[in-house]
């Protein structure tokens, strides 16, 4: 992995931790599908309007590729969106940035299944290390006082790290078919629509109070916490195996729990400060088994290095 890939990913991790931050700040303005839906629309138009500026290639024509974006668009855009907006309402930023990423865990076996990637003892102890980290830190706040809201949370913060599951493994299967900003921008857009379908049902879309807090918050959630990071990670995902990136997702509870600390007053028990070293530590033992690991015949097709 380059030092510029290094780079993007973490970046995108970084990005991906402030949202929870940044939608806790928005959602007394807003109902929370609206503020999905807006945040999805305008993430998309940027895109493209970008992709059009940039002189990038269109739209994809091949239906592979379409049958992929939406998949991508459903899952990390409308289920993703769907739990993270309602989790927001149950659990605290940082807490819920850390459940969040229970994901790598169900990528890599996806990835194994589906793209055929190579998972070897080490990269699996690493994941299992890094996933104990996360538990531990969750399972911290489940059985106190207000627990059973913290479980209603929980759920939706699963919901979306399923979405987000699904939609990596297609994107991983078509990062060579179809340009990064392209890609990203449908992708937003195809999941704004059932946001927006169920808001017109479900709320009252205009009743969005458009404070400047309100449009500060949405504005970076969608240039930066949408359009920005899924184009850094459509790009990382090009040039590196979906198993390898996606441990470093273990570090967005690490920047969540601290940027829930600086802003939210949230605190870092002995027991979550131990679940940092864990994840920290169940990166570096997945980047090391990814290095051992074998190219795959697929791997030497799609020329992916491990």
């Known amino acids: 992995m380059t030092p510029a890939v290094t780079t993007k990913i973490i970046l995108a991790m970084l990005l991906w931790a402030a949202c929870f931050p940044l939608i806790t700040v928005g959602l007394p303005f807003s109902p929370h599908l609206t503020f999905a839906a807006l945040r999805a629309f305008i993430a998309g138009t940027a895109l493209l309007i970008l992709a059009r500026a940039l ?13 992929a974006l939406i998949v991508v668009g459903l899952g990390a855009t409308s289920l993703g969106f769907l739990g993270m907006f309602h989790a927001a309402e149950f659990i605290t930023p940082g807490l819920a940035t850390v459940i969040a990423n229970t994901q790598p865990l169900m ?8 793209l055929g990637e ?24 489940l059985f106190v006082v207000g627990g059973e809201s913290y479980a209603i949370g929980f759920g939706f913060i699963l919901l979306a ?6 939609s990596n493994v297609a994107i991983k299967t078509i990062v060579n078919d179809v340009d990064a900003f392209m890609a990203m921008g449908l992708q937003l857009l195809i999941g704004s629509l059932p946001l927006a379908a169920a808001a017109f049902l479900y709320e009252d879309p205009f009743s969005v109070d458009w404070t400047i807090t309100f449009v500060a918050s949405l504005l970076v959630l969608a240039l930066f916490g949408s359009g920005l990071v899924y184009w850094l990670w459509f790009s990382a995902l090009a040039s590196v195996d979906l198993t390898r990136a996606n441990a470093f997702s273990f570090l967005v509870p690490v920047f969540g729990l601290f940027l ?15 679940g940092i070293f864990l994840i920290v530590l169940g990166i570096v033992v997945v980047n090391r088994g990814a290095r051992t ?14």
């Not at 002189?55 to 049958?67: C, I, L």
């Not at 990528?107 to 589906?114: F, G, R, S, V």
């Not at 790290?161 to 699904?166: D, I, P, S």
Request: overall charge positive; aromatic content about 10%; hydrophobic content about 50%.
């Open 260 to 274: 829930g600390y600086l802003f939210f007053g949230e605190r870092l028990s002995e027991v979550q400060l131990f």
């Open 55 to 67: 002189r990038r290639p269109g739209p994809p024509r091949a239906f592979r590729v379409w049958a």
């Open 293 to 306: 690991s074998e190219r795959t015949p697929r791997d030497e097709i799609e020329g992916t290095v491990l």
């Open 161 to 166: 790290a399923l979405g987000v599951t699904l």
């Open 107 to 114: 990528a890599a076996l996806l990835a194994a299944l589906w």
């Open 118 to 141: 190579r998972v070897s003892g080490i990269a699996v102890i690493g994941l299992v290390v890094g996933f104990a980290g996360i538990l531990l830190i969750a399972t911290s706040k």
